[in-house]
């Protein structure tokens, strides 16, 4: 049972001048042993949702016994669980595997519908990671490309020479040293490139010793934002029916890649409300739906989307010094836009529970081990942040029971 540590990804409101915000309670730990303060990415404001014009039909909401596949699962529990949770009044709730197109568990909180379009925050991480995977899978990029020719402003020189994109996908590039400095990430009419230039730049942690690429472990948005202008430089595609020809743009690539094998008809890299900005916010900026996100979670676990799943879901930080984390991670390590959720640093080694917590509460995961998927799609204001996890936490346990005692159905 991996990933039981009770985690407090708490956020304090420090907003950054301009168009940059991030949140963070308190001072930040180094290296050197210390404890890492309470971290978290926060978009600048949370919009209102909006009602996705999807005319499919929701799934009912799941009795507390629902036969699905051949077997009959008691969900009473979970189900009370959810409910007796004071904090998240509103909630769309979500159980699948890979094998049954039907939800083990789907249940409806207050109003949350299953296509509610809502901000992911910094769930879109899983995105980033599951594009990368997915070009690497198809022949355009490999995880130890570093990032020059296709960033032509790349050094050729130091130590940033030789950042690669499993270094950019999995926080440990060498950036992010202040989860707190804003940046180019939040300036949408920029070009991707350029923002990554500005990255490339100003952001590369100098001041530290011992900072060159897969030797830290450093939470925040610049390498996300460096490995989708790698991406978008690095193929060789072109756009049909365009004149003159071009490559294409990061949201083509994102739906030619992800969103259109896996029909999720609802997923943006912005707010569906205005138009697709040249310099997304890789790192916290997408939009989904939990019928869409559950489709991705259901992906993942089938193991032929992403065809490589060790390289997508094992940890990439273990040993390494954390210099910004979210405070009370226990002992969990980071993956390709995930986390390996665990108990103690060995155990990472063997988890098989990825995840991917947005600020708002929004949480997916996967468990290899037990079979599932699950996914908490919430949209809270103030400390969801918290709550998803904590949330996450009960559940995993409440549903591994009622997998475990499923009987066949009569």
């Known amino acids: 049972m991996a990933g039981r540590t009770k985690w407090m990804w708490l956020a304090a409101g420090a907003a950054m001048a301009g168009a940059a915000a991030f949140a963070a309670q308190g001072g930040f730990g180094g290296n ?20 996705s014009t999807s005319a499919a039909s929701a799934p009912a909401a799941a009795s507390l016994s629902a036969t699905v596949g051949g077997y ?5 529990a979970l189900q009370s669980a959810i409910d007796a949770d004071t904090e998240v009044d509103n909630g769309y709730f979500i159980v699948g595997n890979a094998s049954d197109p039907d939800y083990l568990f789907a249940y409806e909180k207050g109003s949350f ?20 995977m997915r070009m690497v899978q198809a022949g355009i990029a490999t995880l130890d490309d570093p990032m020059r020719p296709p960033l032509a402003f790349w050094t050729t020189i130091g130590t940033k020479k030789d950042v690669q994109l499993k270094h950019a996908l999995s ?11 804003g940046g180019c990430q939040l300036l949408p009419a920029m070009t991707l490139y350029n923002c990554a230039k500005s990255i490339h730049d100003l952001r590369y942690d100098i001041l530290r010793p011992g900072n060159a690429p897969g030797a830290q472990y450093s939470y925040g948005p610049h390498g996300l934002q460096v490995a989708a202008a790698y991406l978008e430089a690095k193929d060789i595609s072109i756009a049909p029916g365009t004149s003159p020809a071009r490559q294409r743009n990061f949201h083509e690539l994102f739906a030619q890649h992800v969103t259109t094998p896996l029909g999720m008809t609802s997923t943006t890299w912005y707010d569906p409300a205005g138009s697709a900005p040249t310099n997304p916010w890789v790192a916290g900026g997408a939009y989904s739906t939990p019928r869409d996100y559950a ?13 490589d799943m060790t390289s997508f879901t094992q940890q990439r930080t273990a040993g390494l010094p954390r210099v910004f984390v979210p405070a009370s991670a226990g002992n969990w390590e980071y993956a390709l836009g995930s986390f ?9 080694a063997t988890s098989k529970i990825n995840s991917s917590p947005g600020a708002y509460g929004w949480t997916g995961w996967i468990d290899r ?17 918290r709550k998803g996890v904590e949330l996450e936490q009960v559940m995993q346990d409440l549903i591994e029971d009622a997998i475990a005692n499923r009987t066949p159905a009569p």
């Not at 009959?72 to 009473?76: A, K, L, P, R, S």
Request: proline share 7%; with cysteine.
């Open 171 to 181: 926080m440990t590039s060498g950036f992010n040293a202040s989860p707190l400095v």
């Open 32 to 51: 050197g042993g210390g404890e890492a303060r309470p971290m978290v990415q926060l978009p600048p404001a949370a919009p209102a949702a909006k009602a």
């Open 72 to 76: 009959t699962y008691d969900w009473t």
């Open 113 to 132: 519908g299953i296509d509610r379009v809502t901000p992911l925050a910094s769930a879109s991480k899983w995105f980033a990671g599951a594009l990368g």
């Open 369 to 385: 081990e037990t079979g599932y998927y699950a996914l908490i799609a919430t949209e809270i204001s103030s400390g969801g942040d």
């Open 295 to 307: 489709k991705l979670l259901r992906a993942f676990l089938g193991g032929s989307f992403i065809t």
């Open 340 to 348: 390996v959720e665990c108990d103690t640093p060995s155990a990472c």
